[in-house]
């Protein structure tokens, strides 16, 4: 049976690929050049983490490691378009794939924690950095307010599969199982979400700047 | 009689609950969800302090040390929707939090860089940037172009601000009362700016690109 | 004959005032306030190693060791708003130092990483990084999808420039030598890119979000 760690590490390197695809279709609606598409894959990959280790000074940062993931981001971003013509046939693999890197990357940013020895609510934040940071930096970069302020439960998911890989981690309830299990509740809840358009209630505020 | 710490100290809780509060006003404008609210109030009130930890290399930074602060911007922003239909009432309390807000954290921003025996344009550079990025991170997340830039003296209150609390800080002029003046001229430089519109001369350049 | 060090220092302060000029220009553009002006010079021409150096663990950052950088910046960009009304005669000068930034910052850039030895992929994108982030956070600040990913041969000037400079310090070529082909090449490019408006493949993808 493999350990949590290199299912994790798996699961992470499928994320980031997901993370870039997603990153270099954004790209391709502002109609950036393909060097953009690249660079923005790579940032939308690897911004989360990197902010997380930045936050929390925790170097070196994973691309710095491992410069391969750059590579890896940036190609698969360039890859995209390449596919780009056949992408809407994978409409529901797209969503998955991007559900199962918000997910594992929440995973990742907990676990980073977990090893820092850091306070529980560091631990969570820590996680929803890592998985919602690198989708504000692309929605920043292409000039839009970031989706995760807006819409959908993702910032939610985030929290949720936080909160639970934590508590199992805490309960010592075994590595994978916990893995598996936070893991499985996120994606679902995160397609639930989707498929049934759950929504945050809105704030909507309408009076003029304060100012 | 209190010590300057503490005294800052409990400024500056009430700063940061200023603004997450105004923050969260921000994002009603922009119809963001609850989630969104929360964590740009969050973001608001510690985004400042946690740039400069960052550009200073200034460890651990202080969320993660007391990850409380995390819960009360939170739920500062997320109050502020329950008292949304009262708050025009309280238009000049705002102003007037807000105002506190910016000095307190321009204060705070010049210690942090005094303990670390930093140069002195390196000190008021660091008050600024306490002060005045949280605003900045809250409307690029908002896709505004920063208020900071366009508007009021915001900017100049928090250098006047610094370079009082770093000269009396110089000469020893006694802790608290080089705190209190600093407090006290900096708010009343920026409510009198608010009062009677005092704004900085514009650059207007209105030839194309040179690209 | 200068020592490498010493002829790279001199250029990268010219770097420092061309990029603070043009980011002058750019605020002027968006009607900013004198001290935006001066802000948003000093946060394009010093952000770009300010960002390489908080990914990379690299302190004290330049502008903390060498504080008069801040007063060098901001000044030149103040410096900008006074000769305004001349400034369109100089087009191509501004052109010039703009490519002069963007080579000398990228170098500067590698040799922060090979100093730190760190892996060949990692030096040249620190020098990427260095050479293009000031812009990206100029065009953020003004609130434009940053002209890096839409347009010209930029990005792509910085790695050619990077990855020569690294091949010829890797054989060993000469370090003055080494300098001064990697900057004639790059700003030789830079400087036909525009020229002949050379630009890269757009990726254009008009579908609806996926979400």
Do not use: Q
């Not at 490691?65 to 994978?90: C, D, E, M, N, Q």
């Not at 981690?169 to 989707?194: E, M, Q």
């Amino acid at each position: 049976m493999p350990s949590a760690e290199s299912v994790l590490f798996m699961f992470g390197l499928c994320a980031m690929v997901a993370e870039a695809m997603t990153a270099a279709l954004a790209a391709g609606r502002r109609k950036m050049d393909w060097f953009g598409v690249a660079m923005l894959g790579s940032v939308t990959a690897l911004g989360g983490g990197s902010v997380r280790d930045m936050l929390l000074g925790h170097y070196p940062l994973l691309w710095v490691k491992y410069p391969s993931l750059l590579l890896l981001t940036g190609g698969a971003a360039l890859l995209t378009i390449a596919l780009a013509h056949v992408v809407h046939h994978f409409h529901l693999l797209f969503l998955v794939l991007d559900a199962i890197g918000l997910v594992v990357f929440t995973i990742i940013g907990c676990s980073v924690a977990i090893e820092m020895n850091l306070p529980l609510i560091v631990i969570v934040v820590s996680g929803m950095i890592t998985g919602c940071v690198g989708g504000v930096l692309r929605d920043i970069l292409c000039n839009e307010v970031p989706l995760l302020f807006r819409a959908e439960l993702y910032a939610s998911v985030s929290l949720v599969t936080g909160a639970l890989y934590v508590a199992g981690t805490y309960y010592r309830l075994g590595d994978v199982l916990v893995l598996l299990v936070s893991l499985a509740v996120g994606l679902t809840f995160r397609l639930l979400a989707i498929r049934y358009k759950w929504e945050m209630p809105k704030f909507i505020y309408e009076r003029g700047d304060p100012h």
